[in-house]
């Protein structure tokens, strides 16, 4: 049998509802390697990361997850990883795992929408779920995963869509890598894309911003004021902005890192558009296009990069891979 650890970080499937709401439950983690079933798919050793809610998850907590998950992964006694985490940034902790963890071993993320106590709670069928994949040998090689709803998906393109139903978890423009159908984990296809950074540190200090119509660009400009090093900066369709917004970019770019996406949720951001403002007009002002990572995906990767060099034309390299021919050597 196979030897996978499970890494409990909290999140909902560790919760329970009381008078005050749905809140983390302390033995809401060591409850997770207890679910009827596990023990017939592999050997599980159970390591407790954190109990807490997604949304209080840091870069230093996910720098230092990864360290730990690449210790677990060099074992050779372990075969694979499944890590529990809340839905709400599990995106971000996963995709942070996948850039990081230099492994060929299936890593899985997975998590619940309805905690412990609720009506139909989907923790433990996703946890047996995500463990036959861990298990899987057509899993090797796949990169970080995330498994809800008995979809596969690449931590990459994930995102979750939905703030209530069980079937949140999308890869819009990808579709899910494959299925966990019964006791069969079946891929249809691989992520091609995928990313290792070796660094020895990130930058945190990488924030996100958001334009909107009539933008001025003052909150750009403040931003760069409180001292980050990147902003990921979130512009319309192509990677467009309001022409104040190029002014302010023009302002702060010999301080700060900026790279473009877009709020569509498919699709790639280029420099197509040339007037002031437009994807091409920013590219001359220094901007660095994120290409078809999502805003937050973007943030997770600028500060991992920013780790690894602080050299401008590297870090484009990074992010407009197919600029570089669709390799990258840095
Ligand atoms: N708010 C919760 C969290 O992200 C939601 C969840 O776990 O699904 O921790």
Same mark, same amino acid.
Do not use: W
């Given at each position: 049998m196979k030897r996978v650890v499970i890494i409990t970080t909290g999140g909902t499937i560790a919760m329970t509802k009381t008078h005050n709401g749905v809140v983390p439950f302390s033995g809401g983690n060591s409850l997770i390697t207890q679910i009827p079933? /596990?023990?017939n798919v592999a050997e599980i050793d159970h390591v407790e990361f954190s109990n807490v809610p997604s949304p209080y998850m840091t870069p230093d907590m996910m720098w230092k997850l990864s360290r730990m998950v690449?210790?677990?992964?060099?074992?050779?006694? !372990?075969?694979?990883?499944?890590?529990?985490?809340?839905?709400?940034?599990l995106e971000e902790t996963s995709y942070f795992l996948d850039l990081t963890v230099n492994t060929e071993k299936p890593i899985v993320l997975t998590a619940a929408m309805r905690n412990i106590n609720e009506l139909g709670t989907d923790g433990p069928r996703n946890v047996l779920s995500s463990l036959r994949v861990a298990v899987s040998d057509?899993?090797? $090689?796949?990169? !970080?995963?995330?498994?809800?709803?008995?979809?596969?998906? =690449?931590?990459?393109?994930?995102?979750?869509?939905?703030? @209530?139903? !069980? =079937?949140?978890?999308?890869?819009?423009?990808?579709?899910?890598l494959g299925i966990v159908d019964e006791d069969a984990v079946v891929f249809f296809r691989k992520p091609l894309l995928r990313m290792n950074i070796d660094t020895d540190r990130i930058e945190s200090r990488v924030a996100l911003v958001k334009t909107f119509t009539g933008d001025n660009g003052d909150i750009l400009r403040k931003v760069v004021d409180m001292g980050y090093k990147g902003i990921v /900066?979130?512009?319309?369709?192509?990677?467009?902005?309001?022409?104040?917004v190029a002014d302010a970019v023009s302002d702060v770019i010999d301080k700060v890192v900026v790279v473009l996406t877009s709020r569509c949720f498919k699709g790639r951001?280029?420099?197509?558009?040339?007037?002031? $403002?437009?994807? =091409?007009?920013? !590219?001359?002002?220094?901007?660095?296009? $994120?290409?078809?990572?999502? @805003?937050?995906?973007?943030?997770?990767?600028l500060m991992v990069?920013? $780790?690894?060099?602080?050299?401008?034309?590297?870090i484009r390299k990074y992010f407009e891979t197919s600029r570089a021919g669709g390799e990258i050597s840095i």
């Open positions: 079933g /596990l023990e690449q210790d677990i992964v060099n074992d050779k006694e !372990v075969d694979g990883v499944v890590i529990t985490h809340g839905t709400d940034t057509s899993a090797f $090689g796949m990169g !970080v995963m995330v498994c809800l709803n008995d979809e596969i998906h =690449a931590a990459r393109e994930v995102t979750k869509t939905y703030t @209530s139903n !069980v =079937a949140t978890f999308e890869s819009p423009g990808y579709g899910p /900066l979130e512009g319309f369709g192509r990677g467009n902005v309001p022409p104040k951001v280029l420099d197509v558009y040339g007037y002031k $403002g437009g994807g =091409a007009d920013l !590219v001359k002002r220094g901007v660095i296009l $994120g290409q078809e990572v999502s @805003s937050q995906k973007a943030r997770i990767k990069v920013l $780790g690894k060099t602080e050299d401008r034309d590297k």
